[in-house]
Structures are given as C-alpha cells and as structure tokens.
C-alpha cells in the first residue's frame, strides 16, 4: 500500500516476489490507475545464483517496460525470459517449482529406496546421469547428500507456500476452488497452523461451500480444536460468524448452527445456545415442517436431554408442538415434569385436551408458543390424524400412574378436581361397551393409581349378569376375571374370585351362541386359561392345568365351523407338546396331518409329536411314506435331520431321553440315500488325474450318517463316515460333535479299545495331521483316560498350536490331577495372550482347587499387572473381586479403571454399585449425584466420544436406578420416589457383571442434520 500511494507517474516496479498470478495482475491494475508500470519478475536460481549474479528471470508485464528495466535485471542475472503480460511471469515460475519439487521427491524417495535395497548410492547416481531420468536437479543436490550437508538453499517451507500458490492458480483456473481449500486445509492441519485450519474451514463453512456441506464436519472441526488445544478460540470464531450472519439478517448455515451449539453445550454458553438453536429450529417455526425436519429436531431434543441441557429441550419441544402431535406434548409435559414445573405440565396437558378435534383453535393461552399447524410431508405421505379426546385423556392418566408407580404426585396434585372428571367419563365409557374398552383403564398402573380394581371389575361383572348379555360380555368378564388372579408381585391375592367363575362365565358365553362364533369363544377361553397355566405355580389358581386348555381347543374343534380348524389344531399340537404332553400331541398333529396330506410341514409336525411321545417306528414310516423317487438329496438330508435331532431339553439344554435306536436306524438310512443323490446329482470330485477331492456338501452328509450309525450301534459305518468326512472336509475333524458320538457309542458297547487302536493307525498313518490327534484325543476323553488324551493334545499342540486345543489341554491336565502341568500351560496362554481374563481365571480356579487362596488372589491381579492402563481389564477383576464379595479390592480396581477412563460415566456407576453393595450408600449416592448432572461430553474429542458406550439405557438408567436404591438405604423414600419416576416401565437394573456397555452410535451431528 505505500508503495503505490507514493508512486509517481511514470515509474516502474519490478516485484521479484513469488506469489500468487491474481495478486500480480491487482498489482498492475493498481499502478496503472497511478500512471506506474508494475512487473512481475520472478527469479529461479536459488542461493548459488543469488551470490553469482546468474539468476533466470521470467517476466510478466508490459514488454516496452520490461526493456526499459532489463539493464537492471542483467545486474543479478544471465538468462531473461518475456512470458507475457501481467502474472504470467508467475504462471512460469510457479510451473517450474511444481516440476522441480516432484523431481526432488522422486530424487529423495528413489536413492533411499536404492540405498536400502543395497544398491550403492554413487553408482544408482551415475546410472540416473546416463539414463532417461538425468536430471539437473538430482546432478545438482546429489554431492550434499553424499556429504550429509543439509544446509538451507531454498527452504521446504518456501516450496510448501508455492505449491499452495499453484493449487490456488489451478482453481482459479478450472473454477474448482472446494478442492484447493481442502488441500490447503490438510496442508495447514499437517504443518501445525491449526488456527489458520480452523478459520479457513469456519469460513467454508459458514458461507456453504462444498454444496453446503463446507471442507470439513463439526465432529472434524473439533479434532482439531481438541488436538490442538484450540477448543476456546473455535468457540469465540463460531460464536462470531453466527452474529455476523444475525446481524446481517442472514440465515446461519445449518452446519455452523450444529458447531456453535456443540461449542456452547461444552462452553455453557447459554446466549450462543441460544442463537444457535433458533437457526435450527427454522425449518419447524411458523410453519408446517416437512417430517425429515421433524424427526432432526426430536433428535435435537433427545440429545438436549442427554447433555443435560432440559431448558434447551423444553424450548425445541415447545417450537415443534403440532396440533396431531399427541406425542409431541406429553414428551414436553415430561420435561417439564423433571425440572419440576408440574403445574405447567398439566396445564399443558388439560390446554392439549380442549384442543383434541378442534383445528381451528389458536394457539395454547397458558403457555407462549406458536399455533399449531398441521404436519406437512414429502411425497404425497398422509397428513396424521389429529388425537381424539379419549386419547388425550388417556395420556394425561398414564402420566399420573407413571408419577404414582414412583411414588410421586406433583402432578396429580396440579391436575387437581379435572382428573375426577375424566375418570368419571372413562367408567362411563367402560360401563357401556365393557367387552370393547380399550381405553386407560386397562393399564394396570392407572388402576393401582386411582384404586379402581373393584370399580372396574364390577362394571365388567354388571355387563356380564345382564339378562340379554352377549357372549363378548361375558368372554370380557372373565378376561377380567383372570386378570385380577394373576396380580402383580406387590399386590394381594383377591380370593373372592376363583377359578369357577372364570369358568362359568366362558361356559354361558358358548352356550349363548353357535358356529364361527362359538369356536372363537373357545378359542378365547384357551387363551385365558393358558394365560393362568403360565404364572409361576406359586401364584397359579388352584386347579388350573393343562387339560382344561386342551379341553377348549377340542370344543373348538367340535363347534359345528370349519373356520380356523387348521390354526386350532396347530395350535392345541404346539401347546401339548410345549407341556410335554406328547400323547395329546399326536392326535392334534395326526388331525392336521390328515387335513394338509401333501404339506412337508405337517408331516414334519407329526414326526416330531410322534417321537416325543416315543413312536419312532411310526415317525420314520411316515417321513419314508413322504419320500419317493422324485425327492431330492436335500428332502431325504431335511426328514433325517428331523429324527437325529433331540427332544425335549432338560433345563440345562441336555436332552431328556437319548435318541431311539429305530429313529437313529432310520436316520442312517436316509442318510445314506442322501449320500448317493448328492453323487449322482454333482457327480464325484476328482482332479486331472482322477484323484478324489475333497467336497464339503459330502462331508456334513456323512458327518450326521456317523453320527446316526453311532447312535444306532453301527460302529463300524460310524467310523466308516467320520473318517470319510474327515477327508471331504480336507483331512479336518470339522465337527467334533461326531467324533464325541462315535467315541461314546463304542463306549456303550465296551468296545472302545477298538476303536483307539483304530484310531492309533490311522494317527501312525499321518503323523502330522493335527485334526487326527484332536479326534484321538476327543475318544480318549469319553473313556476318561485323561493322561493319554492330555498326551494327544500336547501332540496336537505342537503340531497346529491353536488356542482351543490349550483349553483342551488344561482341561485334561487338570482331570489327571497334573496340577503342575496344567498351571505352567496357563502360563503359557498368558504370555502370549497376555490381555486373555480366562487365562487368568484358569488359574485362580486351579489355585481354588488346591486351596491357595493367596495364589487365587494373585491370578485375579495378574491381567492387572500385566496390563495397569486397561481400564476394562480392570473392571473385569474387580467384577470377579465383588462376586467374591471382596470389596475392598473391587473398590481400589473401579477407582483406578475411574482413574484410567474418568471420561466415561459408566465407570463412575459401576464405583457407585460396588460401593452400595459394600453398605457405603452415601457414598454411593454422591458418586450417582454427581454423575447425573455432568456433562459428559464437555470437551471430548471425536475419539473418545466414539468410543464411549451410549448413555442412554447403560449410564442414565442404571445410575437413576442405583441411586433410587441408595436413598432407599438411607430411608430418603420421597428423593428415591423421584429417581424412579425417570425409569422407563417395566425396568430391571440389570447385575454389574452383566452391565456390559454396547458400542456407541454414530455421533450426534450424523442424525441426518449434516448429511441433508
């Protein structure tokens, strides 16, 4: 600038600069305006040519003007080139920087690649001077390397500057500026000019380049704040630009809205927060917003929530009330119910509820917000319905059990006399039409609320004694009836009510009419009683079993209708065998079976009830009966499978009786029949020299045959098959299952010596097939010789060291009583998995065996010590310490992984549990307190937050949970009544072992808002 406003007419002015063309060409508009010349004069030569005088220039400018100043010019240099007018002596010089920098590149990268690969580097130098890649540069730079003189010629900084220089004049160029400013961004972010990175991406930015989406998201921007310790200076340039754009009356980029309001949830900024939140609450303000904004801002709210920012939650909630949104409004009145506005709740409530059916109506006058408009949608999508008034009022009544469930009544308290009326017009509304009330007083929790059991059950009892009273009335009687039977956990048992009146009333409803409708009571009165079969048997109606449901289900069937016969026997079949009452069962399957004779699925049905009910012979003639020449490998594989697979499992999953010899005989038949189609249907495997190869379909078809020839009592084809799909499965015991059966069949027969001498020469045969040794190693295992198959699986071992066959080994060892053994091979598993906790919980369950409760202490603290910054590994042992109810040692564990991740509120929780569990329940609490009102996510990188479990579900709820629990302790009922309020129905806290958090969904800003 001084240079041209003290310029006089005439003059010239040669800048030798290398800088940007476009500032040349400003340059010489400028002087021209002043009667001046300007050149762009670069210069290449660097240090050498400066101290000789043999610079190259290359000029842009006016040609007379560069004459005039050439005698100047030749005073610094030898070679001079006229390139054009003005910035083109930039252009020149900046093409040759680019060429001259990638050829150093090459230069650097190519020698030290030659030099590593053991080529000398004088001679690697004297082939490039004789080859096609001579180069000036490299002849030129070459004598300093060799010397390692690496003093300062032209500095990388100056080259990093000019090729920023020529990415700049190529998006002038092309007009594709997005991907230069991306480029400079990564060169900023590399060379550590984080805050000139930040104010070039905030200005993207904030003007929508790159379709709005600018050159890099909020969660990148904050990388860079949080890596570079930036955080506070982004925040005040956020908060800058989005005045800038309000004071301006302009609309504040949808990205920039996100960061500002990320920036003042971490900052506490209320005001930018603010700001903020009115510019992304602009597509949902007066107007009908389409429903992808609708669903951005309720996850807006959400997220408001969880950072618990409530007043910013309440005012999105408050912006996005629609007069459909029924939701909208008890989402808000819960809002406003936690920051203990109750009163405001149920205004809002009761104000919802004058509105139901009446669009027209203005906006809510106890509350400032906007007149509701109808929700707009993209393509053609149907306008909501707006609530009715029963469902309004049905809201307002589960707010207020859902406040009594736990043990508040602020806003019953607020809604005051207007709850006596809407309770008065739903028992009017149920003693009408008992049989089709659905309204809120079938929720449980509104009766308990408002005491209504009897109020209820006596409107349903009137319906029912009506003289003219229809068959639904009274299936709805003793619906209710059930009900009332089978109470919640904390209620007392209502003995007036018994089991013959439940009965009775289904009786009358049956008698009282015919066809379809009687077999839909029946049906009806099968659901009811099976509702009663399925409490616990402490709690059941005496005289409640399975007959009477079955009993229903026959007079369903008997009712002169053949609508639902197929369901009913479907279902009365699934329910007998559910009981385990197989030989009622079989006559429901066989009835369907004879409706559906062509149906694989009933077959199949009664296959099964025949085997339950220990019919083998008849279930395998009926699937052979189903089979014939044109059924294929997979229909024979699908009805073997049916009678190899196990019955009714005892409560440990183990089968309750073995699998009949018939149903395994027949199964080994139709196996081998499955066998012979899948030959013929893909024909034999063989190499060019007619060799067989493995085929892996083959080997689970022979698999399953061993498996059924074992349970047979064919030993010898169960050997046959095991080792033939050893050999299909390319010389791998594939399924270990098989061997186990095999090896236990030639156990029951007592012919198990046979079978290891077998086994030990096909073992000699290939000494070094590691799947043989496992196999050897599984039959010696089922004769419990436990030496001999820890000596097979030392021998597997070694040859394929697989982690399972160490297992494997320990397990033997320990069954041997080598104690020694088995500890030094846990030691070995722990070396070389050294972050493995079953390592080490081997070893404290060996040490409990030996009664070396100091050597269980150790093996618990050893993942510890090996790795002391896992914080999970930590969380692990004092898991195992706390179920051993060692808490001292737990506490000290969770205060360190506390130490390691403070970060992540989980581990303040689990702290918080150990400690309550301890008996330390204020201390517990005020770890819980002060969980619940930090915010989590201050400050946090993209990292960390990606790698913290969600809150939601695992922090929140639980600690809201464990608190409640800790006030109990302390008999602060009311406080705890409070927390409990806050948990969603039904929940149960689950243990601290199983307390495991998931993995975190993608960060907020991904909710659809950035990607629009």
Known sequence: NGIVEGIQPGAAVADCSTVAPSYARRAYEAF??????????????????????TLTFMVGGDQEVYEKLKPYMEIMGKRFYYCGGPGMGLHAKLSQNLIL?????????????????????????????????????????????FRRDFSTNFSVRWMHKDIGLMLETAAEISGRSEDVEGTLLTAF????????????????????????????????????????NNLKHLHAEAGRLV????????????????????????????????????ELMRPVQGGAPVWEDAWRMNQLAQRAVERRRLKDAIAIRRGMLREPDLGGYRDLAMLLLQVGEAQQAAELMFDGLARADQPDLQGPPSLPMPRPAPMRRRGGLPRPQPASERQWAAAILELVAQENAAGGKEFRSACGGRLTELLAAELERLSQTPAHYDGPLANPLVEKAFDLRERITAAYREAAQKENAAPEALVAFARRIAAIATPAEDEVRDGSETLSVIRKALRDAALRCSGRERQRVHEQAAQILTALLDRPENERLSGVKAELVLASYDAALEADAAGMVLEILRRAADFAANRKLFDRAVPYARALQAQLPHDLHARHRLARALLDAGQPAEAVALLNAGLDRFSNSAEYRAAADLLLSPGPLKPDGTPERPIATEAAAGAAALYARAVALHLEE????????????????????????????????????????????????????????????????????????????????????????????????????????????????QAARALDPDLETVKRLIAALRKAGDYESAMDECQGWAESFPRDAAAYRTMADIHRELKDEPGEVRALT???????????????????????????????????????????????????????LSGDAPRAEKILRDALTRDWEKGLSPELLARMPPQRGTFETRAHALLAEALDAQKKTDEAAKERILLPAGYRRPKLNEAVPAARPQPWVGFGMADR
């Not at 030099?115 to 082939?127: Q, T």
């Not at 609309?251 to 971490?266: G, I, S, Y």
């Not at 390319?730 to 059966?741: A, Q």
């Not at 195992?880 to 001292?888: H, S």
Request: aromatic share 4%.
């Open 32 to 53: 021209r305006q002043k009667g001046a010349h300007f050149l762009d004069a670069p210069v290449t030569g660097s240090k050498p040519g400066t101290e000789n005088a």
């Open 101 to 145: 920098s990638n050829m150093l590149q090459a230069f650097n990268e190519g020698m030290v690649l030659a030099a590593k690969a053991g080529v000398d580097p004088e001679l690697m130098l004297d082939i490039l001077d004789n080859s096609a890649a001579k180069s000036g540069i490299a002849a030129f730079k070459a004598p300093f390397v």
């Open 189 to 228: 972010e590399l060379m550590g000019r984080s805050k000139e990175a930040l104010s070039l991406a905030l200005a993207a930015m904030a003007e929508g380049r790159n379709n709005g989406q600018g050159l890099r998201s909020v969660e990148e921007l904050l990388d860079i704040a949080e890596r570079t």
């Open 243 to 278: 005045a800038a754009e309000r004071d301006a009356k302009r609309p504040v980029r949808e990205r920039l809205a996100q960061l500002a309001l990320r920036l003042a949830w971490d900052e506490q900024d209320d005001a930018l927060a603010a700001a903020a939140l009115d």
């Open 682 to 793: 893909v024909g034999p495997q063989v190499d060019a020299q007619d060799r067989p190869l493995p085929d892996a379909h083959l080997g689970q078809l022979q698999a399953q045959w061993s498996r059924a020839s074992a349970a047979a009592g064919k030993l010898d084809d169960a050997l046959a098959q095991m080792l033939a799909a050893s050999f299909n499965f390319g010389g791998e015991m594939k399924d270990p299952e098989v061997v186990s059966r095999v090896a236990e069949a030639y156990v029951r027969a007592g012919k198990i010596d046979e079978l290891l001498a077998r086994m030990n020469e096909k073992v000699a045969a290939e000494p070094k097939n590691a799947s043989l040794r496992l196999a050897l190693a599984t039959a010696l295992e089922k004769a419990e010789r436990w030496a001999e198959a820890a000596k097979a699986l």
């Open 862 to 916: 050893m993942l510890v010590e090996v790795s002391p910054r896992d914080a999970d590994n930590c969380r692990l042992v004092a898991v195992l310490f706390a179920e051993r109810r060692d808490f001292g040692r737990a506490i000290a564990l969770l205060e360190r992984a506390m130490e390691i991740r403070g970060e992540e509120a989980y581990r303040h929780v689990d702290l918080a549990e150990v400690c309550l």
